[in-house]
């Protein structure tokens, strides 16, 4: 039996056009031919780099980038990084689309300037989505959807995320550089804040959603939501007694508040605010005897009394907004941008603006949104103050509906 052929230590120059030179050869550590950018179009500099590619082969000093494999990094960063995070989720979700685009077996494959532009045009050309349900024999084919700009450099952002703590472990010899992308700047809030019209038109859908049987405990969450600026995990939390949990407390010695501990929370901070009177409100419609347990209890008609999950309670919440046709940001075919209904977040908002527009300090406004500073409330909020400053302009100003001058195509009064 004729002994094995022993792989070559032999490296080629490639010349592909438009692009750097390339080093060619057997890969002893992933056990096939691989092709490596030399970064210049220079012969002679890649000349120089493939006699030393070729002498580490030789002597078994070779390393392709680094040993670390796809997998294994994966495996760390969740366990060590993103598993504590509240975003861990949405990391593994971006993790898990660029290793269906280009499935890598080491992570020194993701680690190159060249992929990351290879991944970010696959992204933004829809590469990578599961489809959400398997297709069956005779099914049609399913259309790819474009993601927008703006998701593809949220994913990119996670990514370079990722790759920059490699980095700090010592598993990429060279950080990448981070492909540019372009964006339109966008309005910080995904959604935007409802008027009491349209909350009633939320209420009103609640039924045709959810079943009649279960409509008024749903009711019951979207008025929580409405008037307490509380996330929707932080209200799914929300007990009456739990002494580790989010809950409110009434003193005769001052007024009433509303514990939020840190692990509970998206600022990580333990933190105790007035408890909102439009809550409060809501709060004690429930009677005494009936005040223990989770404040929420939204049932679900075919799975009555079993827990429910904070992304299945949000997915039906939207379809409320859906079904009561409350949209909060309108489709833009131009940029990819698809149309939103109202969310749980929409009635966070909601309040915020409520607050604002009812003259609450916007010091005290942060407190009560937990935001990190000043600065996000502002920016997020300060939509809600511009009728106010128009109110303000035109009473110092007067109309200039008068002025030809300003206004020469309207009919003189």
Same mark, same amino acid.
């Given at each position: ?169 010592? *598993?990429?010899? $060279? ?5 540019? !992308?372009?964006?339109?700047?966008? /309005? %910080?809030?995904?959604? @935007? #804040? ?31 939501? *409405?008037?307490? $600026? ?5 209200? !799914?939390?929300?007990?009456?007694? /739990? %002494?580790?949990?989010? @809950? #409110? ?165």
């Amino acid at each position: 039996m004729p002994r094995p052929k022993k792989p070559s230590t032999q490296v080629n120059l490639a010349f592909p056009t438009a692009r750097p030179i390339q080093l060619r050869y057997w890969c002893p550590i992933r056990k096939q031919q691989v092709r490596e950018s030399t970064g210049t179009y220079d012969a002679k500099e890649a000349e120089a780099l493939r006699k030393q590619r070729e002498a580490e082969l030789i002597t078994g000093s070779y390393e392709h980038g680094s040993r670390v494999t796809w997998e294994y990094f994966r495996d760390e960063y969740r366990s060590l990084v993103a598993g504590g995070m509240k975003s861990g989720g949405k990391i593994d979700q971006v993790l898990d689309v660029v290793g269906r685009i280009i499935k890598p077996f080491l992570l020194a494959d993701v680690a190159d300037a060249n992929v990351l532009i290879r991944i970010q045009s696959a992204l933004l050309a829809g590469e990578g989505a599961l489809p959400k349900k398997e297709p069956k024999p005779g099914d049609p084919p399913v259309e790819i959807k474009k993601r927008s700009p703006h998701t593809v450099k949220s994913y990119m952002a996670t990514l370079m995320s990722a790759l920059s703590w490699a980095g700090q472990m010592g *598993w990429i010899d $060279a950080m990448p550089r981070r492909p540019r !992308l372009k964006v339109a700047k966008l /309005d %910080p809030m995904k959604g @935007r #804040p409802l008027t009491g019209e349209e909350f009633e038109r939320m209420l009103a859908a609640v039924p045709k959603v959810v079943g009649e049987e279960v409509a008024e405990s749903w009711r019951f969450l979207l008025r929580g939501l *409405w008037s307490s $600026a509380l996330r929707i995990e932080e209200a !799914l939390m929300l007990s009456w007694d /739990d %002494p580790n949990g989010i @809950r #409110p407390t009434w003193s005769t010695r001052g007024l009433p508040m509303l514990i939020v501990p840190a692990d509970l929370q998206k600022n990580n901070t333990d933190s105790e605010i007035p408890l909102l009177p439009w809550l409060e409100e809501v709060l004690l419609e429930i009677p005494v005897a009936e005040r223990h347990g989770r404040v929420f209890k939204v049932q679900r008609r075919d799975q009555l009394g079993k827990p429910l999950s904070k992304a299945w309670v949000s997915r039906k919440l939207s379809e409320i907004g859906e079904g009561a046709n409350v949209r909060v940001a309108e489709e833009n075919p131009r940029t990819g941008k698809r149309a939103k209904f109202a969310s749980a977040h929409d009635l966070r908002r909601s309040c915020c603006q409520r607050l604002l527009a009812a003259g609450v300090d916007p010091l005290i406004v942060q407190r009560i949104m937990r935001h990190s500073s000043l600065t996000i409330t502002l920016a997020f909020y300060s939509k809600s103050q511009s009728q106010k400053d128009a109110e303000h302009l035109r009473s110092k100003l007067g109309t200039g509906l008068g002025t030809p001058a300003i206004h020469p195509n309207l009919p003189s009064s």
